[in-house]
């Protein structure tokens, strides 16, 4: 069964700094998403890594992808009080399964003044 | 950009009745989901759907849970007979998996309530 750990669960960052958020995952799957939820919506997709070393970036947010390590990170750059908001990756298939999305329980982060 | 639509926003319903939640999907989309999350913990495949039958399903998704096409653009999800523990959000997606760099679209969800 695939198994996806996202750490930490808990972040807080004060504004200006840069923090990574990890992402590991347990088994081969050919892509990585991340997301980010506020609180009481919807999931926001922010990325898809398709393949090794692939980096993709948005504003102060960069997402990498290790999938020899079975390794995703998501950086961020000088925090704004605006990326306040629950961080999930999700990686697809494992098991057998092409469609299903397992998702990591999600990192909460919360940027102070 | 386009969305995925679902409703309704929230639901309340009694333990053992039957509930129906709607979701139209992106229209070129042909890959359809559902998804729930429980409050504060995360979220959990339920099932897939493509070419009007379920591709895959979770241990959650027993047959108490139907999934519905039943016309053209929209896709249902139905609990025969609630229980407490499917108090959660229920979120609906799409994905056109025929695009290399295909993303998950989810809807903005359901809360379903179960007293």
């Known amino acids: 069964e695939l198994k996806v750990e996202q750490n930490p669960l808990f972040l807080s960052m004060q504004e200006g700094k840069n923090y990574t958020i990890y992402c590991n995952y347990s088994t081969t799957s050919d892509r990585l998403y991340w997301y980010r939820q506020d609180p009481g919506k919807s999931l926001e997709s922010l990325f898809v890594l398709l393949s090794n070393g692939a980096v993709k970036q948005e504003g102060r947010l960069m997402a990498s992808l290790d999938t020899k390590a079975r390794l995703s990170t998501l950086h961020i750059t000088a925090a704004v009080h605006d990326l306040s908001a629950t961080y999930f990756c999700?990686?697809?298939?494992?098991?057998?399964?092409?469609?299903?999305?397992?998702f990591g329980k999600g990192t909460l982060l919360t940027v102070n003044p | 950009e386009p969305e995925v639509t679902q409703t309704p926003s929230h639901q309340v319903t009694q333990m053992g009745q039957e509930v129906i939640l709607r979701c139209v999907p992106i229209s070129n989309h042909l890959y359809f989901y559902w998804y729930r999350q429980i409050l504060g913990q995360k979220v959990e495949f339920l099932v897939s759907f493509y070419n009007n039958e379920i591709s895959e399903k979770s241990e959650i998704f027993d047959d108490q849970f139907s999934v519905e096409r039943p016309d053209g653009s929209n896709f249902t999800l139905k609990i025969r007979s609630t229980k407490l523990e499917d108090s959660a959000m229920y979120f609906c997606?799409?994905?056109?998996?025929?695009?290399?760099?295909?993303?998950?679209?989810f809807g903005s969800g359901t809360q379903l309530s179960v007293l």
């Open positions: 997606a799409s994905s056109d998996l025929r695009v290399t760099n295909e993303k998950l679209f």
């Open positions: 999700a990686v697809r298939g494992g098991g057998g399964s092409n469609y299903k999305l397992t």
